[in-house]
């Protein structure tokens, strides 16, 4: 059973990524993935978890947490084998308070895998591609498929000039295959670490 995280990256009050985040949980519910019994799925939201920007005296490489809040949240990391980034566009990049949440851990994003949910007015790709980039920094394989929603065609508000309106996420099908596909190379590439992971330090804090 591979475990998976849907990591909600947005922590704006009111955030579409909510919306997003739901769609993806029931879609991979249904899935032949979940529903076969093969990997479990959970939303992790960065904004349960109150990092305030990283107050670390040590950086996460040596694994010597000195703050509570590290250590909750490197918990709940730590419990997973996988990772589903649930991330907006932000200025052609992804939350700052999404960097700041991967930059307060290593160790327990080592040898797992991640797929990417993000959406926008562009689908959230250019987030994505520079997320890419830092999962090779903390050793994370990252799948190729990916989902892009667009904020125009698979979203549903109930007033659309408002930008405060959460909305819901309403994407056409083909999005749901994407999604399909991007769990079964997630569990494909997580089960091949597992070796890794077994060897890896465990998180000494
Ligand atoms: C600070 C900020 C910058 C944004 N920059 C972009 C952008 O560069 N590209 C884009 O497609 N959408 C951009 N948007 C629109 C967001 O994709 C849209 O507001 C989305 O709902 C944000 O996700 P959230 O509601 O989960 O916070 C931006 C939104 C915010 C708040």
Same mark, same amino acid.
């Given at each position: ?7 909600? *990256?947005?922590?704006?009050? $009111?955030?579409? $990524? ?5 769609? /993806?949980?029931?879609?991979?519910? /249904?899935? &032949?993935?979940?529903? *076969? ?11 349960? !978890? ?8 040590? +950086?996460?490489?040596?694994?010597? #947490? ?11 990391? /730590? /419990? ?7 991330? +907006?566009? #932000?200025?052609?990049?992804? +939350? ?9 851990? !290593? ?11 993000? #959406? ?31 904020? !125009? ?12 309106? &959460?909305?819901?996420?309403? +994407?056409? &099908? ?20 597992? &070796? ?10």
């Amino acid at each position: 059973m591979i475990r998976i995280a849907l990591v909600v *990256g947005s922590t704006r009050p $009111g955030r579409r $990524g909510t919306a997003a985040a739901r769609w /993806a949980l029931d879609t991979a519910a /249904a899935s &032949p993935a979940v529903a *076969g019994g093969r990997a479990s799925i959970d939303i992790l939201n960065v904004a349960d !978890f109150d990092l305030p920007l990283l107050d670390e005296p040590v +950086p996460a490489a040596f694994g010597a #947490y000195a703050q509570s809040h590290t250590r909750r949240w490197s918990q709940a990391v /730590a /419990a997973f084998d996988a990772f589903v980034f649930v991330t +907006p566009e #932000y200025n052609h990049s992804f +939350p700052a308070a999404l960097k700041n949440a991967l930059d307060y851990l !290593f160790a327990e994003w080592q040898h797992k895998v991640a797929g990417f949910v993000g #959406y926008g007015t562009s689908g959230g790709i250019r987030a994505v591609e520079q997320l890419r980039q830092v999962m090779g920094e903390l050793k994370v394989a990252d799948v190729p498929t990916q989902v892009a929603l667009s904020m !125009f065609t698979d979203f549903t508000f109930t007033d659309p000039t408002d930008p405060t309106d &959460p909305g819901t996420c309403t +994407p056409a &099908p083909h999005h749901a295959e994407t999604l399909t596909r991007m769990l079964e190379e997630i569990i494909a590439w997580s089960a091949a670490l597992v &070796p890794l992971r077994a060897e890896a330090q465990p998180v000494t804090s």
